[in-house]
Antibody
């Protein structure tokens, strides 16, 4: 059974750096084809993809946020960490991590399992 | 950058009715990488359809995805009370490759 859970601060001040951790179980990020992504959703608004890291440490970032984003993995701890620098009130959102995979049997680049999300508010 | 435009923004229907909504890409895309999600208030999105037309595990057959090129459709044949939610389409691709979501269609009870 695949599960993911986001953790991190619920409140950050403008200009601070946000660090979020996704802790997962039921799969390994050392398995070929597996990836973990981050998606956020401002209150009442649509989903926005942020970044994704693959089993081989290949990384993808949203072009609009690339300069502020870092994504890393700790395979031994089953964790993926996202950092977002220079936080602004517009970054207030629920942040989700999600599982994706690309195997020879199925490679559709969707997110089939999601964490429950964590709400991060940016305010002084 | 590929933009996904979902329409309508809101659909007001009654249980038992058929729901049809659209996801239009700004250019022709590979249907392999087109997915649909359902999101209920306070919950994470749930994958419904991948590859434009394949139902994800456990998704009832009243959900049907179709389309190709730049036009994709999600149809719910008969709305159940639990189907009132927001539906998002998502595409993987572009240069450099990344994930894009539409702005969603809300299905509300009439």
């Amino acid at each position: 059974q695949i599960t993911l859970k986001e953790s991190g601060p619920t409140l950050v001040k403008p200009t601070q750096t946000l660090t979020l951790t996704c802790t997962f179980s039921g799969f390994s990020l050392s398995t070929s084809g597996v990836g973990v992504g981050w998606i956020r959703q401002p209150p009442g608004k649509a989903l926005e993809w942020l970044a994704l890291i693959y089993w081989n440490n290949d990384k993808r970032h949203s072009p609009s946020l690339k300069s502020r984003l870092t994504i890393t993995k700790d395979t031994s701890k089953n964790q993926v960490v996202l950092t977002l620098t220079n936080m602004d009130p517009v970054d207030t959102a629920t942040y989700y991590c999600a599982h994706s995979y690309c195997f020879t049997t199925r490679c559709n680049r969707d997110f089939d399992y999601w964490g429950q999300g964590t709400l991060v508010t940016v305010s002084s | 950058e590929i933009v996904l435009t979902q329409s309508p923004g809101t659909l007001s229907l009654s249980p038992g009715e058929r729901a049809t909504f659209s996801c239009r890409a700004s250019q022709s895309v590979t249907s392999t990488y087109l997915a649909w999600y359902q999101q209920k208030p306070g919950q994470a999105p749930r994958l419904l359809i991948y590859g434009a037309s394949s139902r994800a595990t456990g998704i009832p057959d009243r959900f049907r995805g179709s389309g190709s090129g730049a036009d994709f459709t999600l149809t719910i044949s008969r709305l159940e009370p639990e189907d009132f939610a927001i539906y998002y389409c998502q595409y993987y691709g572009g240069s450099p490759p990344g994930w894009t979501f539409g702005r969603g269609t809300k299905v509300e009870i009439k």
